[in-house]
């Protein structure tokens, strides 16, 4: 299944415009405007501040850092971790393998975000997509608003059992459902200091806090 996913990132850059490093960083500095996919193996990618990429960010083994009032079109990385700076955007997707994804203060994401053995932490962020995961709790804190639903993955049977927590904080608000559709997997919701759930919970408990 690993070297599945690596075949599968590396094929999104064959034959597209791109800045492949291995076992090196790339480094975008403040104020840039990037016409083309990034992408590290070994190595990180760090947007500076104000900065524009046009393109994807994708590492395998590395650390992507948005870094504040930037935008990127998406993000993948396969082991690593992942941080969107304050008010930055991203205008398509986020998917992580193996890692954790960080979306800061009033940073917007219009796509999905999907993580596989990996915990989502967002604060004051708007989130216009769904949230899948496999595996990985997630984090809505300071009145995060997430406008689509959050979808657990797995496993069915009896085997392999897990437990995924979920925690909305501080006014944090899902305007979709939540729903598990892994019958492997024990889904808590905890919501706190008037956080709210406006959709239906599915296969999952809710604990208001």
């Given amino acids: 299944m690993r070297k599945y996913h690596l075949f599968l990132l590396i094929s999104l850059f064959v034959a597209v415009s791109c800045t492949t490093k291995v076992n090196e960083s790339i480094v975008i500095k403040e104020g840039q405007r990037v016409n083309k996919n990034l992408y590290t193996v070994n190595g990180n ?7 524009t990429v046009n393109g994807s960010c994708a590492t395998v083994n590395g650390r992507i850092v948005i870094k504040d009032n930037s935008t ?3 993000i993948k990385s ?14 398509k997707s986020i998917t992580l393998i193996n890692g954790a994804i960080k979306i800061d203060s009033l940073a917007v994401v219009a796509g999905k975000i999907g993580t596989v053995n990996g915990s989502l932490t967002a604060q004051k962020a ?19 608003i997430l406008e689509g639903n959050i979808i657990i993955k797995g496993k069915n049977g009896n085997d392999e059992k897990r437990k995924v927590d979920i925690y909305l904080k501080d006014g944090s608000e899902i305007k979709g459902n939540i729903e598990s559709k892994a019958t492997n997997t024990e889904v808590t ?21």
Avoid: C, Q
């Fill in 189 to 209: 919701v905890h919501a706190l200091n008037n956080s709210k759930v406006d959709g239906d919970v599915i296969g999952a408990e809710i604990l208001y806090e």
């Fill in 78 to 91: 396969i082991n690593g971790e992942i941080i969107v700076g304050k008010n930055s955007r991203v205008k």
């Fill in 72 to 74: 990127v079109r998406d």
């Fill in 45 to 51: 990618i760090i947007v500076g501040p104000n900065s």
């Fill in 126 to 144: 708007h989130l216009l997509g769904n949230i899948s995961t496999v595996n990985g709790d997630i984090f809505l804190t300071a009145h995060t």
